[in-house]
């Protein structure tokens, strides 16, 4: 009997199910297993049943059950069962068999398994998927790289199943070489930390410092989210406020505040650091969820450390309140501005490291729809890079920094209110403290360099000089010439 199945699929958690179910919409035949194999079996009976997804029981039968070259795809946990089911599949592929890793895996785990899978005479896509289980069943933002002559073989499918934007262009294009694919998706993932971040800033201002009620700030959400805030996250942050208990109560407010996190804002966040990029909004994301699960210290604290009272002037007047909620508005999209243009630095850091061709405007474009982070502000980054390829930040765009101009009087009367009435907002903080660093063409690092040059005779560059040519100074009149090594970390 001939091999009737387009793709293979393993791992039958939910985004794998909902995957099979959406290629099986398209048309493709997809052949599921599951090490545990009763779950193929299950699956099949309910979720699957009327389609034509085929299962297997075993890894060999459902290498027998594909099309060649063949197609397979993991949707498992990352780290060592990628590997664990790699060493599994190897013995039963040919030459130009496809493996595609669909998980949140490590970057630098991709690029090794693309060198020992085309050692091998195989394949190796790694992409990411994002879009949570709607976007997978729907329509996700996938990000693949790899392979380069995998490609051909896997676009139509990826096209056809991922989210469209702009009259049916797919959120989904070939990334690059290695683990670019993954690589881009770790971006996204830090991004989201910190767009997540900062609505949750913005939420904490109105509740504390305005005293508004989930059903007021409900409202003000799904204003914000008919302009430039447009916006997946604004969107289910909207319907978060409106959502009610089963005694009536906001449910929001029975919350813990103690969040969690599975690990790819943090890889993002030690990336940077390797390749000394300033992300640190996406830093500060992360550490806010950190500060966060800190929730019986912070309780203790609380008794013992006091502070101002949070509630601001401006919640005792009506239009100033008004006014002070627009000012929100204005620090939330400036911010946001700040973190994408730092999650952009970071990929041309990694483009150059890695030797990557990305290309910038796509990657927007593949953000556009399906993603977590799926906003109409992506579509300005889009236009941006379009216009100039080389751009080197999205601040120097004349859209963005005609935005930024717009904004800048609010989001520093926001900042300045909350360190004064003690309200939290570290992403909105670093965010502002980034752009006037950016925009500073002299910084303080000059009397650093002489502290470094001081204690550790780590040499300095004069302004007054060609850059390039190092100094030592003798500070005390009894250290010696003799300078330390130049390193640049």
């Not at 070259?69 to 599949?89: H, N, S, T, W, Y």
């Not at 996190?261 to 300033?278: A, C, D, R, Y």
């Not at 500060?284 to 009272?309: I, M, Q, T």
């Amino acid at each position: 009997m001939k091999s009737q199945g387009d793709i293979g699929l393993i791992g039958l958690a939910v985004m794998g199910q909902n995957l099979i179910l959406n290629m099986n919409d398209h048309g493709y035949a997809v052949v599921a297993y599951n090490r545990t194999v009763s779950k193929v079996d299950d699956f099949l009976a309910k979720e699957a049943k009327g389609t034509q997804v085929q299962g297997a029981h075993s890894i060999q039968e459902l290498v027998s059950k594909l099309k060649k070259p063949r197609r397979i795809m993991l949707l498992v946990k990352a780290g060592q069962p990628v590997d664990d089911f790699i060493q599994e599949l190897a013995p039963h592929l040919e030459k130009g068999d496809i493996i595609i890793d669909g998980g949140n895996s490590l970057f630098d785990d991709t690029n090794r398994r693309v060198k020992e899978a085309e050692a091998k005479g195989l394949l190796y896509i790694g992409t990411g998927v994002s879009g949570g289980e709607e976007g997978a069943r729907r329509g996700p933002s996938i990000m693949p790289g790899g392979s380069p002559a995998a490609w051909p073989h896997v676009k139509k499918i990826f096209q056809d199943i991922s989210a469209k934007v702009d009259g049916g262009v797919p959120c989904c294009d070939w990334v690059g070489e290695q683990g670019s694919g993954h690589y881009v998706k770790m971006v996204h993932n830090g991004i989201e930390y910190g767009d997540m971040q900062l609505i949750c800033e913005a939420y904490n201002l109105m509740k504390n410092g305005l005293g508004m009620s989930p059903d007021e700030m409900h409202k003000v959400f799904a204003e914000w989210n008919k302009g430039e805030l447009d916006s997946y996250l604004i969107e289910i942050t909207r319907d978060i406020l409106a959502k009610k208990d089963t005694d009536g109560l906001p449910l929001v407010d029975k919350i813990l505040d103690a969040a969690g996190q599975k690990g790819t804002g943090k890889w993002t966040v030690i990336n940077s650091q390797e390749l000394g990029i300033p992300i640190t909004l996406m830093a500060e994301a992360v550490y806010a969820r950190c500060v966060s699960a800190l929730k019986d210290e912070r309780v203790a604290a609380a008794k013992k450390l006091k502070g101002p009272k949070p509630l601001l002037p401006a919640a005792k007047n009506a239009e100033k309140k008004r006014v002070f909620v627009a000012e929100i508005r204005d620090a939330l999209y400036a911010s946001k501005i700040i973190s994408y243009a730092q999650g952009y630095m970071l990929m041309r850091a990694a483009a150059k490291e890695y030797k990557w061709n990305l290309n910038y405007g796509g990657i927007a474009l593949m953000w556009r729809g399906g993603c977590i982070i799926r906003s109409r502000f992506l579509g300005k980054i889009k236009d941006a890079f379009d216009k100039r390829p080389g751009l080197t930040n999205l601040l120097l765009d004349d859209y963005f920094r005609g935005e930024m101009k717009k904004c800048q009087k609010g989001w520093r009367n926001v900042v300045a209110a909350a360190a004064k009435r003690g309200i939290p907002v570290p992403a909105f903080s670093t965010a502002l403290a980034f752009f006037d660093s950016y925009r500073s063409a002299v910084l303080p690092a000059n009397l650093l360099q002489a502290q470094r040059d001081y204690f550790g005779a780590h040499t300095y560059e004069r302004v007054d000089k060609p850059r390039g040519e190092f100094f030592h100074t003798n500070w005390t009149g009894h250290g010696g010439t003799t300078a330390s090594s130049t390193y640049n970390v």
